[in-house]
């Protein structure tokens, strides 16, 4: 009895820890970030909502996922995950296109407008990037 429970708490165990890979819960993520709406379409297709095709992209994001899942580590946090989901979606001829919604850059540094829009802060105003 006490096996057949311990074996029963290991498998269940396994199970969340797969379901906890950065990976597998980025994909799920990715159209969808706060405000902002995005879509799978062919890297050579213009920015427009007719171009999306998310069906067609779910089988390369699947496969992706599978490649980079074992890479994942304890650092690896969503941000990077979606980076590197981002990457190999572009090498399987996919862009994520952003069609709908607000997008939030970060923080503005007042003191340095030319780091915040150099450093990848993505806080790029018309002045910021102006100056830099």
């Known amino acids: 009895m006490k096996r057949t429970l311990f074996i029963g708490m290991i498998l269940a165990m396994l199970a969340a820890c797969a379901s ?23 890297v050579e297709a213009k920015n427009d909502p007719s171009s999306c095709q998310n069906e067609r992209a779910a089988p390369s994001l699947t496969a992706c996922v599978q490649e ?3 890479t994942a580590t304890f ?18 001829g996919w862009q994520r296109l952003f069609i709908d919604g607000v997008m939030l850059f970060g923080e503005r540094h007042e003191h340095s407008l030319k780091r915040g829009a150099a450093g990848g802060s993505g806080a790029i105003s018309f002045f910021a990037a102006a100056t830099a």
């Open 75 to 92: 650092f690896t946090g969503p941000e990077v995950a979606g980076q590197n989901l981002d990457l190999c979606m572009s090498r399987k």
């Open 68 to 70: 980079l899942r074992s």
């Open 20 to 42: 906890m890979n950065p990976y597998v819960r980025q994909s799920g993520r990715m159209l969808k970030h706060f405000d902002a709406i995005f879509c799978w379409a062919p």
